[in-house]
């Protein structure tokens, strides 16, 4: 019954979200360049609309060099914290109470971390953060290598690594950088 609640919770938030973005109006440069689509003014935001236009350059670039950054910082991300409690479990002989429970008490780490990424994106602050952040993602992984695999060493690769992939890209950078690289009418369609 377990998977069944889970589905049916992935269900209706997808459901809510979906009725909530219905809500939502189109932005006023996506309008523009819909109305110069169909009046035939020819701009490079009216023009570019098909998805086929992204496997062409100059969109080709960003749409490689984004699937590829998102591809492999999701990867590192979900065997991450898809595999802790395996690692904590069955590595580490620890019960899967005393790994899970002081995980979720890090979850506010990440709303932090969302919060400051987000003061920071449109700033001149943005790369130096992605910088620091993106080059303490995959050190973080080495914790438990160099420190042993413990209750400590896991949390601490968990919380500091959470918080560096929000700081460092993960999805948030990726649909910045998905914004600030495709036209408006195939942002969507790039990200």
Same mark, same amino acid.
């Given at each position: 019954?377990?998977?069944?609640?889970?589905?049916?919770?992935?269900?209706?938030?997808?459901?809510? =979200?979906?009725?909530?973005?219905?809500?939502?109006?189109?932005?006023?440069?996506?309008?523009?360049?819909?109305?110069?689509?169909?009046?035939?003014?020819?701009?490079?935001?009216?023009?570019?609309?098909?998805?086929?236009?992204?496997?062409?350059?100059?969109?080709?670039?960003?749409?490689?060099?984004?699937?590829?950054?998102? =591809?492999?910082?999701?990867?590192? =991300?979900?065997?991450?914290?898809?595999?802790?409690?395996?690692?904590?479990?069955?590595?580490?002989?620890?019960?899967?109470?005393?790994?899970?429970?002081?995980?979720?008490?890090?979850?506010?780490?990440?709303?932090?971390?969302?919060?400051?990424?987000?003061?920071?994106?449109?700033?001149?602050?943005?790369?130096?953060?992605?910088?620091?952040?993106?080059?303490? @993602?995959?050190?973080?992984?080495?914790?438990?290598?160099? @420190?042993?695999?413990?209750?400590?060493?896991?949390?601490?690769? @968990?919380?500091?690594?959470?918080?560096?992939?929000?700081?460092?890209? =993960?999805?948030?950078?990726?649909?910045?950088?998905?914004?600030?690289?495709?036209?408006?009418?195939?942002?969507?369609?790039?990200?």
């Amino acid at each position: 019954h377990a998977v069944q609640i889970l589905y049916g919770v992935v269900f209706v938030t997808g459901l809510v =979200g979906l009725l909530l973005r219905l809500t939502v109006p189109e932005s006023p440069l996506w309008l523009a360049s819909r109305a110069e689509r169909r009046a035939g003014v020819h701009t490079i935001r009216a023009d570019t609309t098909r998805m086929a236009d992204l496997f062409r350059p100059p969109l080709l670039r960003p749409l490689v060099i984004l699937t590829l950054f998102y =591809g492999f910082v999701s990867i590192t =991300g979900n065997v991450a914290s898809s595999y802790i409690a395996y690692v904590a479990t069955n590595v580490a002989g620890l019960r899967i109470e005393q790994i899970s429970l002081p995980a979720i008490a890090l979850t506010p780490l990440l709303l932090i971390g969302i919060l400051v990424f987000m003061r920071l994106v449109d700033t001149r602050w943005r790369m130096p953060m992605y910088v620091v952040a993106g080059v303490l @993602f995959p050190l973080v992984f080495l914790i438990p290598v160099v @420190f042993g695999i413990s209750l400590i060493s896991l949390l601490t690769a @968990f919380g500091v690594g959470s918080l560096a992939g929000v700081l460092s890209g =993960g999805e948030p950078m990726a649909r910045v950088w998905s914004n600030e690289s495709f036209p408006t009418m195939l942002r969507s369609t790039g990200q």
